[in-house]
């Protein structure tokens, strides 16, 4: 009970502390949308239900789309565990969970991009899973070696261009796209989007630092336009006669073949994605997590609940309805996915985008990339 009534508070503070944060930016760590800073989804008042069920487990999540809420809701009905979620930034949620220490009610620290979920290492903040089934969902790349977090889903940031104007032969890597072939024809959002960030952060644990700092470069002299909104926005600027190629993360174009709006559809039938760099370094990838948080209350319930949402059945429903790469090898690719065949991921540790992460971002102030 006292617990319940702890994160009752928590809840309520949660709602003030969001509230008085919502117009506060982190440059450096964009989504591509911003993230709902709405209230949990169990508002204070259900809090006393869990003793009839099977409890509860409370999530800090930076994740922003729509299928994870539908995955909770799955879990809940399965087995009677209540998800409470709090959703904010990264740096926000880790700066929370440093704060609260102890005491915090989180069970579960989710969110994108490796060199985050490996920062929330680093900072103590989490604990080792104990599950054979997880270690049978998920492969030995897509977790953390100490099992501290657990891939959930990946994405690659793949070269997307127009079927009119481009052929796929003319597409070859990343760094091609950095040469005079592309002048003026180059779209891709600004720096400020930590999927570039850790693009460039890998570039540079791969090339090192004068390399990638060239990169940029060239990527910096082949824009059409000035970098302006999201990845979608990228391939609508293709569409549009803007620019003939772009770098965008994969997922966003597969959720484009099935938007609402007639116009992203239309979109999606004019362009083509392309899986760069497969002949020499891989195509870069970032992952999707959860960590255990280190003061965990309801241990066995997050565990539980990673287990459920690396499995086949939710694995599906996340490349159904996000478009992103399921980690468990089982599970099966919609028609869309399936249809761009099998690609090679660049070999870089995800901790190296966290690592590299400072170093990128002055790279893109040093070569003008806005
Ligand atoms: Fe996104």
Known sequence: MKKNLL??????????VLGACSSSSDKGKQTDEPAKEEAPAGDATDANKDEKTGGEVNIYTARHYDVDAILYEDFTEK???KVNVIEAKAPELIERLKREGKNTPADLFVTVDGGILHSAKEEDLLQAVESEVI????????????????????????????KDRVKPEELSTYEDLATDKWKDKL???SSDSLYNQSLLASLIAIDGEDKAKEWAQGIVNNL??????????????????????????SYYVGRMSV????????????????????ETTGTHINISGAGLVKHSKNKENAVKLIEYLTSVEAQEEVSK???????NEEAKLPEVMAEWGTFTPQKVEFADYGKYNPKAVELMNEVGWK
Do not use: C, H
Request: hydrophobic share 45%; proline share 5%; glycine share 8%.
């Open 224 to 249: 059409a336009r000035e970098p302006e909104g999201g990845d979608r926005d990228q391939a609508r600027a293709i569409v549009a006669g803007v620019g003939d190629v772009a770098i965008m993360n």
């Open 321 to 327: 309805e996000n478009f992103e790469f399921p980690v």
């Open 7 to 16: 994160w009752a508070f928590a809840l309520l503070l949660a709602a003030a």
């Open 79 to 81: 087995t009677g565990i």
């Open 187 to 189: 779209l891709v959002r």
């Open 259 to 278: 938007s609402d709006e007639a116009e992203d559809v239309k979109v999606f039938d004019q362009i083509g994605v392309f899986f760069p760099n497969q």
């Open 135 to 162: 270690e049978e969902n998920v492969p030995a790349e897509l977790r953390d070696p100490d099992n501290q977090w657990i891939g959930l889903s990946t994405r690659a940031r793949v070269i997307v261009y127009s």
